[in-house]
């Protein structure tokens, strides 16, 4: 999955005094999950080491789609290791769609920047300081990692992955609403309504890295049905 950055103020809104935003500003991660029992551990201690580290304000939220590897049994562990002020697990009964699932996790989410990525390891949360350096900078709507800027790479990547971003919480609610994506062209697409709506894009160049654990969980239908949904979105916008 990809990882993204959003804020709560709107479009061309005027910049917070300084000192301000880092006094109130809070992250939510929303992690969605199926069968990560391996990686779930490694990527939410990176998380909570990066954010630390940072001094930065966050919470992590876990969104088990029913793994039958028993991801749900790992990540109740790490809510009682780290505190459930900081790993908030909200799970479901099944795999519902990756769009549906950032949907469900934002319900629960108290930052007013959302980011959301892979628990895979396909992206590594040193970057998300970065993320929240570029957006403070250019006051941005939107955060982005891209590999085709600066010194981002690609090891064991291919075109099947996602993108890690950063949001305004508002910004990604009134994105959700216009989206009509279920699967993983859902990132895509709210990438695409955001450019409709004139809302302002910063990228940051990161490397992503093939799943360490496990295989991808994109199977052959999933495939078709991600052309498909890019199909769509370009035939309605």
Known sequence: MASVLVS???????????????????????????????????????????????????????????????????????EKIYGSDKIVLRPREKKLGLGTAYIHGMKHATGNYIII???DLSHHPKFIPEF??????GNFDIVSGTRYKGNGG??????KRKIIRLYRKEVLQKLIEK?????????????????????????????????????????????VSFLKGLLTLFATT
């Open 8 to 78: 709560c103020t709107p479009p061309g809104s005027r910049r917070e005094p300084e000192g301000r935003a880092q006094r109130q500003d809070k992250y939510s991660v929303l992690l969605p999950t199926y069968n990560e029992r391996e990686n779930l551990p490694l990527i939410v201690w990176l998380l909570v080491k990066s954010f630390s580290e940072s001094g930065i304000n966050y919470e992590i939220i876990i969104i088990d789609d029913g793994s039958p590897d028993g991801t749900r049994d790992v990540a109740e562990q790490l």
């Open 117 to 119: 990525m892979d628990a």
């Open 132 to 137: 929240i350096r570029k957006q403070k900078e």
């Open 154 to 159: 690609v090891y064991g990547w291919d075109l």
């Open 179 to 223: 989206c009509v994506s279920k699967g993983y062209v859902f990132q895509m697409e709210m990438i695409v309504r955001a450019r409709q709506l004139n809302y302002t894009i910063g990228e940051v160049p990161i490397s992503f890295v093939d799943r360490v654990y496990g295989e991808s969980k994109l199977g052959g239908n999933e495939i």
